[in-house]
């Protein structure tokens, strides 16, 4: 065959196809690659046959065809297949496949069968996983499954990832063309804006109709009446097409439907008429269809023709599953008892060697365990102390390290003089998922800067490290078992459950990620056999959620215990983020320059960070050591303080100046910090700091680069900003014009207006994040004032625009600055010259990466680069 006739063998009968010119190109050089899904959830029906004969078009076409037997898929669509009945459904449909494909006279040579979990719990899938989990906003991702995914009342988290899973298969199946029903066209095109963003190709889509079933609807496994059933018998064939309906008043019916998309297609392979038991044959469907309208052919005739057709088909499939191992494997995959049995929960993770710690009672450990929490331990945490308690630890690394984990170090301090194991975790991977705050290539070099500089602190203040392990997150969560609890997990937990537990404590809870990050939290804990878990206070609602959660993946939730955690050292928005905290690793003469600014109204307790620093970080530090302040004689001279409460009462009645306590904490602050900061200037850990702190890019050599008064155009005099489309609406008198309000962080939004109509569709415009081009002078379109520009990548063969993307993070108002040109922007563009814009965008293109550059130089916001979703090499205008 050529490349047309191979084309037009693919196409045919198919709904819709995106990406052809993409396969076009492929057939010239070498056989297409197609994957068709199936997920292993009720059993197959005679519908299959509908892709059966399309997988029969690509086969005839030489094309290498993959049937991707979707096990996780199966049971992340809301449990249709519970985990104990995978592996025999997954067997059961490779076996009934190839029966079908068989009985249509299908040869199997360049077909092929692959398990979904033989790859999607691997490390690298894994990871991927994560990563777009992060990019991917909970509305886009529960849009493209919304035809797919069962929409129940209260749904559950695995509805979410089905559509991202799903998406990556293309590229793990290493194929150039997906193929499924038209249902699946949102996971297809979802499939295509994502995946560029990993570097990874788009892929084609080939698209079947869905073939109505019997009862009109779509036919469906949990439909008895509406599916025939591939082992069902002739019997059986015969009542439920002869129930059904088949009316030339409606010649769209699901009988018709039927002939169309799997009896015409089989028997046009096998070089048949399709024929009546009145003799009447017919060679395309068309025509039967004409003469069923005009009442030549009545359906009682065709239904006939069905049924016979039919049984002859599957009696081939009957035959084989005659096998005594294919009917005990039918037994296994779909037992008659819908009871499914379930493993026990362990009734405890840790140890039940009795514990006994030398010189110290029962209520001496409990005292320990308990004291400096911000909130009161639970009872059961002294049932916990008769037993060997494992502490686990868990250190977001979304910044840089502040001196208020001196706090929780005190903390810890405390566990190991109760008797505790302690596990210090690095939560890498989360900090990712929280907002994108650690860029991926970053997480794990951060994390192993954390845990590096906390061994040091421990080890100035004379801690012991004998009974502490120190772990990251990827260590653990990129591995098998602990993909397969977090899939299971969210099979079983309902969005709104991790919604309300993550919305106050996570930077963006709008992202896909915000739902995986309670559910790791309650996995740690598993996977790391602890029995307690301490942690910042902000994440207690995140521990009533795994109290709730864990047990339903078997897991046996930890006793909570809740860290104070330092407030800002400034009453009022900080100028930089640097301001706002004391550094673990601070230079003497900033904690100095900090803690003079800081907030400290005399007699104020109700909000006083520089009494918080004391309550929190030198109080449990000084451990039975008292609080000193220094002070002259003539302002009362030195006091000491054995408990906070009494300092607090002290500064409460003005009997305390802020500047004595002030000058008292940056003492205790410079000797708890300076032999930290002697270790942390070794050359080791200078490298370990560039690698999780990497610098900015190098700017260009020789002088920063800014706006001059001549002419020459420097992309600093751009003042591009990050915008969201707040609201947008068809121009009045303009077609192809939207006319958009546009948030870039300013008092009130801007009336923009952009040709975008041919380009965009409007309900893609509504709360989409864009970049605005903000100093250009206001211009009149049509009647309205537009106050800036979105810029777009665009390209005029064939006519595509596409409005840049600022990276995950980014929010209104951030600046928008290309590499090495950060000078300050011009007020307003000169523009007075007809092509002074089109000159000053000369140098703006999309690059092979999909990223925004100018002459090579990266546009990006402090989150990240721009990037457009499919235009490579594309000007920007």
Same mark, same amino acid.
């Given at each position: 065959?050529?490349t047309?006739?191979?084309?037009?063998?693919?196409?045919?009968?198919?709904?819709?196809?995106?990406?052809?010119?993409?396969?076009?190109?492929?057939?010239?050089e070498?056989?297409?690659?197609?994957?068709?899904?199936?997920?292993?959830?009720?059993?197959?029906? !005679?519908?299959?046959?509908?892709? =059966?004969?399309?997988?029969? *078009?690509?086969? &005839? +076409? $030489?094309? %290498? #065809?993959?049937?991707?037997?979707?096990?996780?898929?199966a049971?992340?669509?809301?449990?249709?297949?519970?985990?104990?009945?995978?592996?025999?459904?997954?067997?059961?449909?490779?076996?009934?496949?190839?029966?079908?494909?068989?009985?249509?006279?299908?040869?199997?040579?360049?077909?092929?069968?692959?398990?979904?979990?033989?790859?999607?719990?691997?490390?690298?899938?894994?990871?991927? !996983?994560?990563?777009?989990?992060? =990019?991917?906003?909970?509305? *886009?991702?529960? &849009? +493209? $499954?919304? %035809? #797919?995914?069962?929409?129940?009342?209260?749904?559950?988290?695995?509805?979410?990832?089905?559509?991202?899973?799903?998406?990556?298969?293309?590229?793990?199946?290493?194929?150039?063309?997906?193929f499924?029903?038209?249902?699946?066209?949102?996971?297809?095109?979802?499939?295509?804006?994502y995946?560029?963003?990993?570097?990874?190709?788009?892929?084609?889509?080939?698209?079947?109709?869905?073939?109505?079933?019997?009862?009109?609807?779509?036919?469906?496994?949990?439909?008895?009446?509406?599916?025939?059933?591939?082992?069902?018998?002739?019997?059986?064939?015969?009542?439920?097409?002869?129930?059904?309906a088949?009316?030339p008043?409606?010649?769209?019916?699901?009988?018709?439907?039927?002939?169309?998309?799997?009896?015409?297609?089989?028997?046009?392979n096998?070089s048949?008429?399709?024929?009546l038991?009145?003799?009447?044959?017919?060679t395309?469907?068309e025509?039967?269809?004409?003469?069923?309208?005009?009442?030549?052919?009545?359906?009682?005739?065709?239904?006939?023709?069905?049924?016979k057709?039919?049984?002859?088909?599957?009696?081939?499939?009957?035959?084989?599953?005659?096998?005594?191992?294919?009917?005990?494997?039918?037994?296994?995959?779909?037992?008659?008892?819908?009871?499914?049995?379930?493993?026990?929960?362990?009734?405890?993770?840790?140890?039940?060697?009795?514990?006994?710690?030398?010189?110290?009672?029962?209520?001496?450990?409990?005292?320990?365990?308990?004291?400096?929490?911000?909130?009161?331990?639970?009872?059961?945490?002294?049932?916990?102390?008769?037993?060997?308690?494992?502490?686990?630890?868990?250190?977001?690394?979304?910044?840089?390290?502040?001196?208020?984990?001196?706090?929780?170090?005190?903390?810890?301090?405390?566990?190991?003089?109760?008797?505790?194991?302690?596990?210090?975790?690095?939560?890498?991977?989360?900090?990712?998922?929280?907002?994108?705050?650690v860029?991926?290539?970053?997480?794990?070099?951060?994390?192993?800067?954390?845990?590096?500089?906390?061994?040091?602190?421990?080890?100035?203040?004379?801690?012991?490290?004998?009974?502490?392990?120190?772990?990251?997150?990827?260590?653990?969560?990129?591995?098998?078992?602990?993909?397969?609890?977090?899939?299971?997990?969210?099979?079983?937990?309902?969005?709104?459950?991790?919604?309300?537990?993550?919305?106050?404590?996570?930077?963006?809870?709008?992202?896909?990620?915000?739902?995986?990050?309670?559910?790791?939290?309650?996995?740690?804990?598993?996977?790391?056999?602890?029995?307690?878990?301490?942690?910042?206070?902000?994440?207690?609602?995140?521990?009533?959620?795994?109290?709730?959660?864990?047990?339903?993946?078997?897991?046996?939730?930890?006793?909570?215990?809740?860290?104070?955690?330092?407030?800002?050292?400034?009453?009022?928005?900080?100028?930089t983020?640097?301001?706002?905290?004391?550094?673990?690793?601070?230079?003497?003469?900033?904690?100095?320059?900090?803690?003079?600014?800081?907030?400290?109204?005399?007699?104020?307790?109700?909000?006083?960070?520089?009494?918080s620093?004391?309550?929190?970080?030198?109080?449990?530090?000084?451990?039975?050591e008292?609080?000193?302040?220094?002070?002259?004689?003539?302002?009362?001279?030195?006091?000491?303080?054995?408990?906070?409460?009494?300092?607090?009462?002290?500064?409460?009645?003005?009997?305390?100046?802020?500047?004595?306590?002030?000058?008292?904490?940056?003492?205790?602050?410079?000797?708890?910090?300076h032999?930290?900061?002697?270790?942390?200037?070794?050359?080791?850990?200078?490298?370990m700091?560039?690698?999780?702190?990497?610098?900015?890019?190098?700017?260009?050599?020789?002088?920063?680069?800014?706006?001059?008064?001549?002419?020459?155009?420097?992309?600093?005099?751009?003042?591009?900003?990050?915008?969201?489309?707040?609201?947008?609406s068809?121009?009045?008198?303009?077609?192809?014009?939207?006319?958009?309000?546009?948030?870039?962080?300013?008092?009130?939004?801007?009336?923009i207006?952009?040709?975008?109509?041919?380009?965009?569709?409007?309900?893609?415009?509504?709360?989409?994040?864009?970049?605005?081009?903000?100093?250009?002078?206001?211009?009149?379109?049509?009647?309205?004032?537009?106050?800036?520009?979105?810029?777009?990548?665009?390209?005029?063969?064939?006519?595509?625009?596409?409005?840049?993307?600022?990276?995950?993070?980014?929010?209104?108002?951030?600046?928008?600055?290309?590499?090495?040109?950060?000078?300050?922007?011009?007020?307003?563009?000169?523009?007075?010259?007809?092509?002074?814009?089109?000159?000053?965008?000369?140098?703006?293109?999309?690059?092979?990466?999909?990223?925004?550059?100018?002459?090579?130089?990266?546009?990006?916001?402090?989150?990240?680069?721009?990037?457009?979703?499919?235009?490579?090499?594309?000007?920007?205008?």
């Amino acid at each position: 065959m050529n490349t047309e006739e191979k084309l037009r063998l693919i196409s045919r009968r198919l709904d819709e196809v995106i990406g052809e010119d993409r396969i076009v190109t492929i057939l010239k050089e070498r056989p297409l690659k197609i994957y068709w899904g199936t997920a292993t959830t009720g059993k197959p029906h !005679v519908a299959y046959f509908v892709p =059966m004969t399309k997988i029969a *078009d690509f086969l &005839k +076409a $030489g094309c %290498e #065809v993959t049937i991707l037997l979707a096990d996780l898929h199966a049971y992340l669509d809301n449990m249709k297949a519970p985990w104990e009945l995978i592996k025999f459904r997954t067997q059961y449909y490779e076996a009934v496949i190839k029966a079908m494909l068989t009985a249509i006279g299908v040869s199997l040579e360049r077909l092929h069968f692959v398990q979904g979990t033989s790859y999607q719990l691997g490390r690298k899938f894994t990871e991927d !996983v994560y990563k777009l989990s992060a =990019m991917v906003t909970e509305h *886009d991702a529960k &849009k +493209a $499954g919304a %035809e #797919v995914v069962k929409q129940i009342e209260a749904p559950s988290q695995s509805g979410l990832l089905y559509p991202g899973l799903q998406a990556l298969d293309e590229e793990y199946l290493k194929v150039d063309a997906q193929f499924g029903g038209v249902d699946q066209r949102k996971i297809f095109t979802y499939a295509e804006k994502y995946l560029p963003k990993f570097g990874y190709q788009k892929r084609s889509h080939l698209m079947n109709p869905m073939v109505p079933g019997l009862t009109g609807g779509k036919m469906s496994s949990s439909e008895i009446d509406s599916k025939i059933d591939l082992l069902d018998s002739a019997e059986t064939v015969q009542w439920k097409l002869s129930g059904a309906a088949c009316d030339p008043s409606s010649p769209d019916n699901g009988v018709m439907a039927f002939v169309n998309y799997v009896v015409f297609p089989i028997l046009e392979n096998q070089s048949k008429p399709f024929e009546l038991s009145s003799g009447q044959k017919y060679t395309s469907f068309e025509t039967l269809k004409a003469d069923f309208i005009d009442g030549k052919v009545i359906g009682d005739d065709i239904k006939k023709a069905i049924i016979k057709f039919l049984n002859v088909l599957l009696d081939h499939i009957r035959k084989k599953f005659e096998a005594p191992e294919l009917q005990e494997l039918a037994k296994m995959a779909y037992p008659v008892c819908s009871e499914v049995s379930h493993s026990t929960p362990p009734v405890c993770n840790a140890s039940t060697k009795q514990l006994t710690v030398e010189g110290l009672s029962l209520n001496d450990r409990l005292h320990l365990m308990s004291r400096n929490l911000a909130q009161s331990p639970p009872t059961t945490l002294n049932t916990s102390l008769n037993h060997s308690p494992h502490v686990l630890w868990t250190v977001p690394v979304t910044g840089r390290p502040s001196v208020g984990l001196l706090g929780h170090i005190a903390k810890i301090r405390d566990f190991l003089a109760a008797g505790c194991q302690v596990t210090v975790l690095a939560s890498d991977i989360l900090s990712h998922l929280d907002g994108c705050q650690v860029p991926w290539e970053v997480t794990m070099h951060r994390a192993k800067y954390y845990l590096e500089l906390i061994k040091d602190t421990m080890s100035t203040n004379n801690i012991p490290l004998q009974n502490v392990q120190f772990v990251k997150g990827s260590d653990f969560q990129l591995n098998e078992n602990y993909a397969l609890d977090l899939y299971r997990m969210t099979a079983l937990v309902t969005c709104k459950d991790s919604n309300d537990a993550v919305s106050a404590v996570l930077r963006d809870p709008n992202l896909l990620s915000a739902h995986l990050y309670p559910d790791m939290m309650a996995l740690n804990e598993k996977h790391l056999q602890a029995n307690i878990h301490f942690c910042g206070v902000r994440y207690v609602p995140v521990f009533e959620f795994i109290k709730k959660s864990l047990p339903l993946v078997d897991g046996v939730p930890c006793i909570h215990l809740a860290g104070a955690e330092m407030p800002s050292l400034l009453n009022r928005a900080p100028l930089t983020p640097e301001e706002d905290f004391i550094d673990l690793t601070e230079q003497e003469s900033q904690i100095k320059k900090k803690i003079k600014s800081a907030f400290c109204e005399e007699g104020n307790i109700s909000f006083n960070p520089v009494l918080s620093l004391v309550k929190i970080v030198i109080m449990p530090i000084l451990g039975e050591e008292r609080f000193r302040v220094t002070r002259s004689e003539e302002n009362g001279g030195d006091i000491e303080f054995e408990s906070f409460e009494t300092l607090e009462e002290v500064f409460s009645q003005k009997n305390l100046h802020p500047g004595d306590l002030k000058n008292s904490v940056l003492e205790y602050l410079k000797k708890f910090i300076h032999p930290i900061r002697k270790v942390a200037d070794s050359p080791n850990m200078k490298k370990m700091l560039n690698l999780a702190y990497p610098p900015p890019p190098k700017k260009t050599k020789g002088p920063q680069k800014t706006a001059s008064n001549n002419d020459e155009f420097v992309p600093s005099k751009f003042n591009m900003r990050v915008g969201k489309i707040i609201e947008v609406s068809r121009h009045p008198d303009a077609e192809s014009l939207y006319v958009e309000k546009i948030d870039i962080g300013e008092d009130e939004p801007r009336t923009i207006v952009s040709g975008l109509v041919k380009f965009v569709p409007i309900t893609e415009m509504q709360e989409r994040m864009v970049v605005v081009l903000a100093n250009l002078k206001p211009a009149t379109m049509r009647g309205i004032k537009s106050a800036g520009m979105v810029l777009c990548a665009s390209v005029s063969d064939p006519a595509a625009v596409e409005p840049l993307q600022p990276a995950p993070g980014s929010k209104p108002g951030d600046r928008v600055t290309v590499e090495g040109y950060e000078g300050e922007p011009d007020p307003v563009l000169n523009t007075k010259k007809s092509d002074a814009l089109t000159k000053m965008l000369e140098g703006f293109t999309t690059n092979k990466s999909l990223i925004a550059t100018w002459n090579n130089n990266i546009l990006s916001t402090s989150s990240g680069p721009l990037t457009t979703a499919s235009l490579k090499d594309a000007p920007i205008k």
